[in-house]
Each structure stands twice: as structure tokens, then as C-alpha cells.
């Protein structure tokens, strides 16, 4: 990646991106691990602002999104994969092919793992694909505030995982600090000063005020999906796709007109519910999400539309934002 430094010199004399210190650090920093390990509320947390969606449910983050963390002395720009796992359709394919082919195109890998129990067959197939490339690695281990008081069998499991490796081995919590469990934030500052210990001096890549590459359509699609998945749950998840049709915008309010694409008629009942009562409350839950987004007064309508087997559609796939990535 640093590799790209003399086309960042060129960068520089156009944009407002400023040539670094001596010493500067920077590059790419690749989150991956299994699904609902906490790979994106751990990405908002470094970055110190909401860039990825979360939710409980497993295989949230579709897209490898982009958050850019700047200090004094480094510029880390993270990029969260969906979770590594095996694909049940078109979608899942595309997505885990994704996330594989990111191992290999940034500068380091952080592989999360759920510290709450024991490490298992699909940690295992992590390593083994992470041994299989010449990318530095160091193993991450989320979620300690769940941890049972006596961990260390937990603990032992995830060092016989990496047994026979370099990899270093840090241990966190990704919610936020000032939540109300003991351990919640530790170990994010001694995460960060070891990323950041192991990148190579160079430039910035991006302004030092950026937090993400992502353009904002993108973030309010994403918005949106949140907050279908933290209201139906299991009912709808990940037959979903949004797409953001047009963005009128005023001086006073920004409007916004967004299609959701289910695959199935009882899908679309279930997300407009009674008498609109479902699609009404993603709406407004939405709404005050993307207000924080733009900073600004948000006008959202919502409509819904059935795409049967969508997620099987290469062509569809596409037209939704989804393809393989070089």
C-alpha cells in the first residue's frame, strides 16, 4: 500500500491533504473475523464515529466500508469486512469472496474474535486463510466485558488458535466507554498504539478530518438497513437491499426517497405491518439517524418493493451496489 507514495505527493499539490511529519505512520488495516464478532461497533468505536451499521444479527456489513482514523502521528484507514462464513446464496458468495480478497490488499490484518467463548471450527478456517497470505496479523480479542471471571481457558483456546505464528494478541472491549459494565472500552487504547506501531511510515491518504471514503447515499442506505434489521430481527434480515432513488435538497430541509427491495410479498407486509405502523417506525428511527449524518432537518419517505430472489441475481446484485471487488 505505502507503495503509493509518489502518487500521493501528486495528491497533495491539488487537495487540501497535507504532507506528513517525519515519523508519520499510515496504511490500510483490514477487520475481518466471523460474523457478529463485533467487527463494526469496534470500527465506529476507532474511529469515533458511526460509520458502519450494527445489530445483533449475524452478517450485517455487506460492503468493505472505509473508516479513517487520524492522530498526530498516524493516519489508519480501516476497512471492515463482512463476516467470513459459509455463503448460502449469490449474496453471501459475493460477500465472503470480498472479504477474502481484502486479506490480501491492505497493509495489516485485525482478526476479531468473540472473547466470550471458546475459539471454534470457524476461527480456525480464519487462520488457516490468514496463513496463506503474506499479511501481517494481530489477533484481536473483542467482548472481554462478557468474559466469565475466570477466563483463562477462553484465553488458552485463542493462544493455541495462533500457536506457531508471530501474532501479536490484544485484548478489548468495543462498546463504548461509560457503558455500564466494567470492562466496557478497555483495551481500545492499547489496541490502537499497537496498530499503529505496526504500519509503516507514510503519508496521509485522506484529509485528517475525513472519517470515511464513503459517499453519503451510501451511509443513509445504510442507515436505513440498521434500522430494518434492529426492528424485524429475524423475520426480514438479509433479504433486504436499498437503494437510495433521489435527494432533493433546500437550503432548510433535505428530502429523501428510498425504495426497499424484499423478495418476498409476506416480507413486504411484515415491513409495512399494521396500518403502516412497522414502516412508519423504521422511518422516523431512520430519519433522526441520517439528521445526524447530514446535520441538518431530514424529510424521509419510504416505499417497498419485491424483487423476487434478488440476492441470487448477479445483474440485480449489481444494480444494488453489489460486486466482486478487485
Known amino acids: 500500500m505505502n507503495s503509493e507514495f509518489n502518487n500521493q505527493e501528486q495528491i497533495i499539490n491539488n487537495t487540501t491533504i497535507p504532507i506528513a511529519p517525519e515519523g508519520f505512520r499510515s496504511g490500510f488495516v483490514g477487520i475481518v473475523g466471523r460474523p457478529n464478532v463485533g467487527k463494526s461497533t469496534l470500527m465506529n468505536k476507532l474511529v469515533g464515529q458511526k460509520?458502519?451499521?450494527?445489530?445483533?444479527?449475524?452478517?450485517?456489513?455487506?460492503n468493505r466500508l472505509r473508516g479513517i482514523l487520524t492522530t498526530p502521528e498516524a493516519q489508519i484507514i480501516f476497512v471492515d469486512t463482512p463476516g467470513i462464513h459459509k455463503p448460502h446464496h449469490e449474496l453471501g458468495r459475493v460477500l465472503v469472496q470480498n472479504a477474502q480478497g481484502a486479506i490480501n490488499s491492505v497493509d495489516l490484518v485485525l482478526f476479531v474474535v468473540d472473547s466470550s467463548t471458546k475459539a471454534g471450527g470457524g476461527d480456525r478456517f480464519i487462520v488457516e486463510l490468514l496463513q496463506r497470505s503474506q499479511t501481517p496479523v494481530i489477533l484481536g480479542l473483542n467482548k472481554v466485558d462478557l468474559q466469565p471471571t475466570d477466563s483463562r481457558s477462553i484465553d488458552a483456546s485463542y493462544s493455541e488458535l495462533i500457536e506457531g505464528t508471530n501474532w501479536p494478541l490484544v485484548k478489548f472491549s468495543a462498546l463504548t466507554a461509560g457503558a455500564p459494565l466494567a470492562n466496557a472500552g478497555q483495551g481500545i487504547e492499547k489496541l490502537q498504539n499497537l496498530l499503529i506501531e505496526n504500519l509503516e511510515p507514510g503519508p496521509y491518504y485522506y484529509p485528517p478530518d475525513l472519517v470515511t471514503d464513503q459517499p453519503e447515499?451510501?451511509?443513509?442506505?445504510?442507515?436505513?438497513?440498521?434500522?430494518?434489521?434492529?426492528?424485524?430481527?429475524?423475520?426480514?434480515?438479509?433479504?433486504?437491499?436499498?437503494?437510495?432513488?433521489?435527494?432533493?435538497?433546500?437550503?432548510?430541509?433535505?428530502?429523501?426517497?428510498?425504495?426497499?427491495n424484499v423478495e418476498r410479498q409476506s416480507q413486504k407486509g411484515i415491513l409495512i405491518g399494521k396500518k403502516g405502523s412497522m414502516l412508519k417506525e423504521i422511518g422516523t428511527q431512520a430519519r433522526q439517524q441520517i439528521q445526524k449524518l447530514i446535520a441538518g432537518e431530514v424529510y424521509l419517505e419510504l416505499f417497498v418493493k419485491v424483487k423476487p430472489k434478488w440476492r441470487q441475481s448477479r445483474l440485480q446484485l449489481a444494480e444494488f451496489g453489489y460486486r466482486l471487488e478487485e
Do not use: N
Open 217 to 260: 447515499r451510501f451511509i443513509m442506505a445504510e442507515l436505513i438497513r440498521e434500522q430494518i434489521l434492529l426492528q424485524t430481527r429475524q423475520e426480514i434480515p438479509h433479504s433486504v437491499a436499498i437503494a437510495i432513488e433521489r435527494v432533493e435538497e433546500t437550503p432548510k430541509i433535505t428530502k429523501v426517497y428510498a425504495a426497499i
Open 51 to 62: 460509520v458502519a451499521i450494527t445489530s445483533p444479527v449475524a452478517q450485517t456489513t455487506r
